[in-house]
């Protein structure tokens, strides 16, 4: 795990965490200063010497970018397309597919909103017919419940690693096991995992894995990623195209790239793509398995210490927590609570019950607090925080 001196010396890498207690991580974490620097330096170079010079004169640090990607994954670098968040990635494969009446999707109850409205189109317009697996009484995924669910009909599964809002964390690789036997296309959210735990694509089997930037990597904003199965690349058809994505464009056809980039459109922002390498190469230094262990070390402890705290609930149901700590305090609207913990210097979020519409209403919530943390917070700061809470 990492050790206490260590987090001392990358929190004196991270200018934010003098100046706040930050415990929205699942919101978007505070960067490093290195990715900071690394994007306003890009800014600055651009600005005195042109978008399109600079870019070539980076372009290697820029390809760099996707061997990193690649390596957080397990994934071979032309597998890797970039996106400005996750909604874009997921919806570019999920778009990208292509439905007949009578095929069957199946995703679970912590589906997110975006996914979920992807979902709804698909089976009110296309006559697909999408199967939720409820979670079971602990609140875990019920891997019977889902492969009794499986059919000849089910075309895809479409499911989230870990939440947003609390609950347990999926079985992705176990999943991936049926998927895989079962010779059905899979799709991973992974938004709120990458840079939280390690991921390794080839053990989760997914076709697809869709990631954003800013939140458990701690990337600038405005970043993302979609993996893409190099053998499933031509059973999604790119939703929007340019001249990176094709060539010999003419009017009787063109010829698509052979790489995951065919998803991606030229322009975008270097300097957050600098900025999203950077980030990946620093947890990558570190290790994730030493990330995700100091990660389930605090919010172990944060669950602990907010359950003392009188009227206050700790919604996170499954025997695989996250970093992410769900809870509401009787007679305090999570919102004037995170007003309040704002005023003290203390960084929480309030989840709705838009974000997960189907688990938050099947446990009876429109809001939970959400206190998300990163390797950089500390016991003090957690500490700080339910005194704040006891206060009130
Ligand atoms: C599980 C999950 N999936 C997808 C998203 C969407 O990510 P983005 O805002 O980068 O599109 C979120 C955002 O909170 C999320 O928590």
């Not at 706040?20 to 005195?48: C, K, Q, W």
């Not at 690349?233 to 001249?243: A, I, R």
């Not at 094709?246 to 790239?257: E, P, Q």
Request: glycine share 8%; net charge negative; with cysteine.
């Amino acid at each position: 795990m990492i050790a206490h001196k260590e987090v001392q010396e990358l929190r004196s890498q991270t200018r934010g965490v003098a100046q706040v207690v930050h415990f929205n991580n699942a919101g978007s974490s505070l960067p490093a200063d290195v990715v900071v620097d690394t994007v306003i330096d890009y800014l600055r170079e651009e600005a005195m010497a042109g978008g399109y010079e600079t870019e070539a004169k980076y372009q290697p640090q820029i390809d760099a970018v996707y061997d990193r990607i690649a390596t957080l994954i397990n994934a071979e670098r032309d597998e890797i397309a970039l996106f400005e968040n996750a909604s874009a990635a997921w919806g570019t494969a999920f778009k990208g597919l292509s439905f007949q009446e009578g095929d069957e999707i199946i995703t679970s109850e912590m589906e997110y909103v975006t996914n979920l409205i992807g979902l709804a189109d698909t089976q009110q317009l296309g006559g697909v017919k999408v199967k939720v697996i409820p979670n079971d009484e602990h609140g875990n995924f019920s891997m019977s419940d889902f492969e009794q669910s499986v059919t000849p009909q089910t075309k895809l599964i479409a499911v989230t690693h870990v939440s947003s809002s609390g609950g347990s964390i999926l079985p992705i690789e176990e999943i991936g096991k049926v998927a895989e036997s079962r010779g059905i296309l899979y799709l991973v959210d992974a938004c709120q995992s990458v840079g939280q735990m390690p991921l390794d694509v080839q053990k989760i089997k997914c076709d697809m894995l869709s990631v954003t930037g800013r939140k458990y990597l701690r990337a600038p904003r405005g970043t993302g990623f979609l993996f893409v199965k190099k053998s499933s690349l031509d059973k999604l058809k790119p939703v929007l195209m340019d001249f990176l994505s094709a060539g010999n464009v003419s009017l009787s056809g063109y010829t698509i790239r052979q790489d995951a980039r065919r998803f991606e459109l030229y322009e975008k922002n270097r300097a957050l793509t600098l900025g999203l390498g950077k980030a990946v190469e620093y947890a990558l230094g570190i290790g994730l398995d030493r990330i995700w262990a100091r990660i389930e070390y605090l919010s172990g402890i944060m669950r602990s210490a907010l359950a003392e705290i009188p009227g206050l609930r700790v919604h996170d149901f499954g025997d695989h927590k996250s970093g992410i700590v769900t809870f509401t305090l009787d007679g305090t609207e999570s919102l004037e609570l995170k007003i309040k913990l704002a005023a003290a210097g203390i960084n929480v979020s309030v989840g709705g019950a838009q974000a997960t519409p189907i688990y938050m209403e099947k446990n009876q919530l429109s809001t939970v607090v959400r206190a998300s943390v990163h390797y950089y917070n500390t016991e003090e700061e957690i500490e700080l925080l339910c005194r704040a809470i006891a206060a009130m």
